[in-house]
């Protein structure tokens, strides 16, 4: 059954890898739009040098080593935005970037700003979902976890509809290198097996987790 109850800051304190995959088939509500979350990568800070924050913190990385439940929002190849939940104890610097969803509510905000292409690739790809949700760097450090106390949160990540252990599929990130040049020693992509919602790119060594 699906649920739009808010995930409470204790689901997202918890290592990358376990957060990532359990973050599928969750909804991602911002500025009047909803995404059912299809894919997803883990990045663990210090001990990661695929990790913005893996040389330790900088003004643009100082939010991910916070507490969990915070945005972390960078620009990336001259003009994509890219969405990530910061998660894991303070100090890890570890975060979750939401690489692809489907458009569940807001489809007449996010059809202008992605230029009238097809609705499946509308969030399709982390820069693609940047645009969809029409965020940037002025919504970095976003605390998604607080109370309301009455004012609307402009972001928040809900219950949705969690995927199975058995359809979560299970690669390499995409573009980032690891020991063997090929990234397969950071089996940290996650993402909806068969999904059409998902980004094109498939690595090799793919795998499927079993319940």
């Given at each position: 059954?699906?649920?739009?109850?808010?995930l409470?800051r204790?689901?997202?304190a918890?290592?990358s890898?376990?957060?990532?995959?359990?973050?599928?088939?969750?909804?991602?509500?911002?500025?009047?739009?909803?995404?059912?979350?299809?894919?997803?990568?883990?990045?663990?800070?210090?001990?990661?040098?695929?990790?913005?924050?893996?040389?330790?913190?900088?003004?643009?990385?100082?939010?991910?080593?916070?507490?969990?439940?915070?945005?972390?929002?960078?620009?990336?190849?001259?003009?994509?935005?890219?969405?990530?939940?910061v998660?894991?104890?303070?100090?890890?610097?570890?975060?979750?970037?939401?690489?692809?969803?489907?458009?569940?509510?807001?489809?007449?905000?996010?059809?202008?700003?992605?230029?009238?292409?097809?609705?499946?690739?509308?969030?399709?790809?982390?820069?693609?979902?940047?645009?969809?949700?029409?965020?940037?760097?002025?919504?970095?450090?976003?605390?998604?976890?607080?109370?309301?106390?009455?004012?609307?949160?402009?972001?928040?990540?809900?219950?949705?509809?969690?995927?199975?252990?058995?359809?979560?599929?299970v690669?390499?990130?995409?573009?980032?290198s690891?020991?063997?040049?090929?990234?397969?020693?950071?089996?940290?992509?996650?993402?909806?097996?068969?999904?059409?919602?998902?980004?094109?790119?498939?690595?090799?060594?793919?795998?499927?987790?079993?319940?």
């Amino acid at each position: 059954m699906t649920s739009d109850a808010r995930l409470p800051r204790a689901f997202f304190a918890r290592p990358s890898v376990e957060v990532a995959p359990a973050l599928l088939g969750r909804h991602l509500t911002f500025g009047g739009v909803t995404l059912r979350l299809t894919e997803l990568e883990a990045y663990a800070g210090g001990l990661d040098p695929g990790s913005h924050a893996f040389r330790g913190p900088t003004p643009r990385t100082e939010p991910m080593f916070g507490p969990p439940g915070f945005t972390y929002v960078y620009f990336t190849y001259g003009h994509h935005w890219c969405v990530n939940l910061v998660v894991g104890e303070v100090g890890s610097a570890s975060a979750v970037l939401v690489r692809a969803g489907e458009v569940l509510e807001g489809h007449d905000l996010v059809h202008p700003r992605r230029g009238g292409v097809r609705e499946r690739d509308w969030a399709r790809g982390p820069g693609r979902l940047g645009q969809a949700l029409a965020m940037s760097g002025e919504h970095t450090g976003r605390d998604f976890c607080r109370p309301a106390l009455g004012k609307p949160i402009d972001l928040v990540v809900s219950e949705g509809e969690p995927v199975p252990e058995s359809d979560v599929a299970v690669g390499p990130r995409v573009g980032v290198s690891g020991p063997g040049g090929d990234g397969t020693a950071y089996p940290w992509r996650f993402w909806v097996a068969g999904d059409p919602f998902v980004s094109a790119y498939r690595p090799g060594a793919v795998r499927r987790r079993r319940a």
